[in-house]
């Protein structure tokens, strides 16, 4: 409820609004993303937060984000990259701190290649991959949504420690 003119009090012009806003959002998708891992107590539910807190964001916000998307002018994408690599590193270490759960829990072998597995559930989720388009995003994001228990189940049967 503001005047046009007083937005440009606190910011130079549209590039700072968007790229504000797109960090705000970043913080409060990490803050929700950690709430999430944090409430769930077992591996396997902290694993299915940390994949269905993502699609359940980005299903709910898809309009804005294929709108900014599809109207974002081509001199913002190197700034938000560095958003992108700062949120991706973030991701990174929460799903460290799963996998560190599930080493004390004593379900995961101590010897288990965490990072590379890191590596692997990241890429998988779009978090590497800037050649994506937008409309081929949608669909993944519906066969990820699809395939998210298979997911878990997979990466628990490979990583949960037998007998």
Do not use: C
């Not at 699609?55 to 709910?60: N, P």
């Not at 010897?111 to 995003?137: M, T």
Request: charged share 30%; net charge negative.
């Amino acid at each position: 409820h503001i005047g046009k003119g007083t937005i440009y009090y606190y910011f130079k012009n549209k590039e700072d609004i968007f790229l504000d806003s797109v960090q705000d959002y970043s913080v409060l998708f990490l803050k929700e993303l950690q709430k999430q891992v944090d409430d769930a107590d077992t591996l396997e539910a902290k694993l299915s937060a940390y994949i269905r807190t993502p699609l359940i964001l980005i299903k709910e916000h898809l309009w804005v984000l294929n709108d900014a998307l599809n109207s974002m002018p081509t001199q913002y994408l190197s700034k938000l990259e560095g958003f992108r690599e700062g949120v991706k590193i973030r991701v990174y270490s929460i799903l460290s701190e799963i996998l560190d759960f599930g080493i004390e829990v004593g379900l995961i072998d101590r010897e288990f290649p965490s990072q590379r597995v890191i590596e692997i559930i990241n890429d998988w989720f779009l978090l590497a991959d800037n050649n994506i388009s937008v409309v081929d995003k949608e669909k993944l994001v519906l066969k990820i949504e699809r395939d998210s228990d298979w997911i878990i189940k997979i990466i628990l049967y490979g990583i949960v420690k037998r007998g």
